[in-house]
């Protein structure tokens, strides 16, 4: 029964975080054509992917402590820190493969 309550907690927070990119940091990312994604959250801990422009700008790390970290943490209870995600995506990965199954 506990595992079940965490799990909804979990679920309803990554939910709230998703929202808050949506609405409150992808606007303003936006302007520079870049956006955030939720990767994962594990103890509280959000991984926040940077998407197009912003995911291989160099001051991406700034933009999470700065930006991302701040409007989450300002509008989610419960987050306790907010990380950049410098994994591939799926979909990099793909594209990539693809790519080199072609030659």
């Not at 975080?17 to 956006?35: A, D, Q, R």
């Not at 700008?57 to 950049?84: F, H, R, W, Y």
């Not at 410098?86 to 030659?103: C, G, M, R």
Request: contains cysteine; glycine residues 6%.
């Amino acid at each position: 029964m506990i595992d079940e309550k965490f799990k909804s907690l979990e679920y309803k927070m990554k939910e709230i975080i998703i929202k808050i990119l949506e609405e409150k940091v992808n606007p303003v990312l936006s302007e520079h054509f870049g956006g955030a994604e939720l990767v994962g959250l594990e103890d509280n801990v959000a991984r926040i992917r940077m998407t197009g422009a912003c995911a291989s700008c160099p001051g991406a790390q700034m933009t999470i402590q700065n930006v991302v970290k701040e409007i989450i943490m300002s509008n989610c209870d419960g987050v306790v820190d907010v990380i950049l995600d410098t994994s591939v995506s799926d979909e990099l990965y793909n594209e990539a493969k693809n790519f080199l199954n072609k030659k």
